[in-house]
T-cell receptor, first 113, second 111 residues
Framework: NAGVTQTPKFRILKIGQSMTLQCTQD?????MYWYRQDPGMGLKLIYY???????DKGEVPNGYNVSRSTTEDFPLRLELAAPSQTSVYFC????????????FGPGTRLTVL | SQKIEQNSEALNIQEGKTATLTCNYT??????LQWYRQDPGRGPVFLLL?????KEKRKERLKVTFDTTLKQSLFHITASQPADSATYLC??????????FGTGTRLQVFP
């Protein structure tokens, strides 16, 4: 199993551009999450999903959108990128019930200039 | 609001000693608490989960305690090794299906 994979690993965007961060898991997990991690800060939850077709906002959803059309994929869309979205983005998945561990991807380092 | 505090200062210890990391929380009563390890440039990796009705949990050289009265968890690594050097994150459940993470404590084990 590859676990949780994320693409791209690095990306530089200009202000106002848009992009999609890809996340795929091959563990058949129902729960998937998107976090951002800023230097010296904890992981902040952006969006999460408890299954295909179901998504919900986390702590910091503004400026982002998600979709969950399949169990495997959970892409994160950035519209109109802003410097405040410069961060490292992690995707994670977990099997239900949620109290099990979360499996994280390797992250995407995004810089908005 | 819920708050998790981990020592932001790095913990430096000598190889072979026991490392103890602290996680304090306020305004919350979590059903469980988790500890993760994060190496530079990588995603967090799950280490241990402890539930509110458990006082202590062990896994090899790792030990976690959970004191719901003090609102504190302690994470111990015995016989520490340079390979244990990393940032350690604690996380608490929130609303049953989400986690809230602390900022992490960086551990440096020197020979």
């Amino acid at each position: 199993n590859a676990g949780v994979t994320q693409t791209p690993k690095f990306r530089i965007l200009k202000i106002g551009q848009s992009m999609t961060l890809q996340c795929t898991q091959d563990m058949n997990h129902n729960y998937m999450y998107w976090y951002r991690q800023d230097p010296g800060m904890g992981l902040k939850l952006i969006y999460y999903s408890v299954g295909a077709g179901i998504t919900d906002k986390g702590e910091v959803p503004n400026g982002y959108n998600v979709s969950r059309s399949t169990t495997e994929d959970f892409p994160l869309r950035l519209e109109l990128a802003a410097p405040s979205q410069t961060s490292v983005y992690f995707c994670a998945s977990s099997p239900p019930p949620q109290s099990f561990e979360q499996f994280f991807g390797p992250g995407t380092r995004l810089t908005v200039l | 609001s819920q708050k998790i505090e981990q020592n932001s200062e790095a913990l430096n210890i000598q190889e072979g000693k026991t490392a103890t990391l602290t996680c304090n929380y306020t305004n919350y009563s979590p059903a469980y608490l988790q500890w993760y390890r994060q190496d530079p440039g990588r995603g967090p990796v799950f280490l241990l989960l402890i539930r509110e009705n458990e006082k202590e949990k062990r896994k090899e050289r790792l030990k976690v305690t959970f004191d719901t009265t003090l609102k504190q968890s302690l994470f111990h690594i015995t016989a520490s090794q340079p390979a244990d050097s990393a940032t350690y994150l604690c996380a608490l459940d929130r609303e049953g299906d989400k986690l809230i993470f602390g900022t992490g404590t960086r551990l440096q084990v020197f020979p």
